[in-house]
């Protein structure tokens, strides 16, 4: 392996709903501060972001709605499964973050969560919802665009 670090990612889960639902500015990434059985459960392919989203408190990023069942063999030692977890950044991100939310009505809604060297990360995407009309605007432009694809396959 020599003196460079391993740089490997998989994701453990992502919110398809969130990229229908929001225009998504951008993204930070964070870490998450989680139980042993969370991580075994997460690792198990088991979690659901639909509806999570994070909010920070006294000077601290939390994340809310976000759902890891209980691992199936965690016994006494398993987790709750709604738990509020806490998101692991810097102070002056968190500020950032915190100013962007309350001056700007965005909203960070985590789009997925991933290993990255043996650590759960979170991928935070800074959103401002969509309205209906948009919705249906990406749905318009989808179609046409697997229209063309498809065109563009028949002519080969």
């Known amino acids: 392996m020599g003196s460079q670090a391993r740089k490997e990612t998989s994701v453990l889960a992502s ?13 930070v990434e964070a870490g998450i501060e989680l139980r042993g059985t969370e991580v075994k459960s997460l690792r198990a392919g088991q979690a659901n972001l639909t509806g999570a989203y994070a909010r920070a408190e006294n000077g601290q990023m939390w994340l809310y ?6 691992y199936e063999f965690g016994n006494q030692f398993n987790h709750d499964p709604e738990r ?5 950044l810097h102070k002056h991100e968190i500020d950032r973050l915190s100013a962007l ?19 759960v990360k ?20 989808r179609t046409a665009d ?3 694809q498809r065109a563009i396959a028949a002519r080969k």
């Open 15 to 27: 919110n398809r709903k969130a990229r229908h639902d929001f225009h998504i500015l951008n993204r």
């Open 65 to 70: 709605h976000l759902t890891i069942p209980a």
């Open 84 to 88: 509020v977890r806490r998101l692991l």
């Open 101 to 119: 939310v309350e001056q700007q009505g965005q909203t960070l809604v985590p789009l997925g969560l991933f290993l990255k060297n043996g650590r």
């Open 122 to 141: 979170v991928d935070l995407g800074i959103c401002k919802g969509k309205t209906h009309g948009d919705q249906r605007e990406t749905l318009r432009r």
């Open 146 to 148: 697997r229209e063309a």
